[in-house]
């Protein structure tokens, strides 16, 4: 089965923003990002930083007191160089959440050696609406009390 995209889910007219970027799209919610890379990209540090620079600007970088969570919505096949993870040790002081989505056995797999490397909270879900209820949790459990 197909992974549905954001804009194939009820999820598409809650966008607050939509990022097009060479290496595929970016979608701007309330607390939560989904990214959609491309079929056959690598995905490393270059594109990472490009994207993290957008949710900055976007998310109001560190005077945001609510930060994001982050879904990976692998409906494309796609690689990523799991080493140059090591260099987003910082991410945590703006991601509350990190999650894949995919629902081929053989990433999920993948995604389990991805999770040693992402300093934040992290899960695995089979489909895009579970995985943004999980972001929406995550967000509301992350909320600082004022």
């Excluded at 595929?24 to 990002?33: N, W």
């Excluded at 899960?123 to 609406?129: G, I, K, T």
């Amino acid at each position: 089965m197909q992974l549905c995209t954001v804009t194939e889910t009820v999820f598409s007219n809650q966008v607050i923003q939509k990022i097009e970027r060479p290496y595929g799209d970016i979608y701007l919610f309330e607390s939560y990002v989904v990214s959609e890379v491309k079929e056959g990209i690598i995905f490393g540090s270059a594109e990472f930083i490009d994207t993290f620079t957008y949710l900055m600007d976007f998310y109001d970088g560190i005077k945001r007191q609510n930060h994001f969570v982050y879904i990976c919505n692998r409906c494309h096949s796609f690689s990523v160089k799991l080493i140059e993870w090591l260099e987003f040790e910082f991410m945590s002081s703006f991601m509350v959440g990190f999650a894949i989505v995919d629902d081929r056995p053989m990433a999920l797999k993948g995604a389990e050696l991805e999770k040693r490397f992402v300093p934040c909270n992290f899960d695995l879900f089979e489909d895009l609406p579970s995985a943004v209820e999980w972001a929406v949790q995550t967000q509301a459990i992350a909320k600082p009390n004022f």
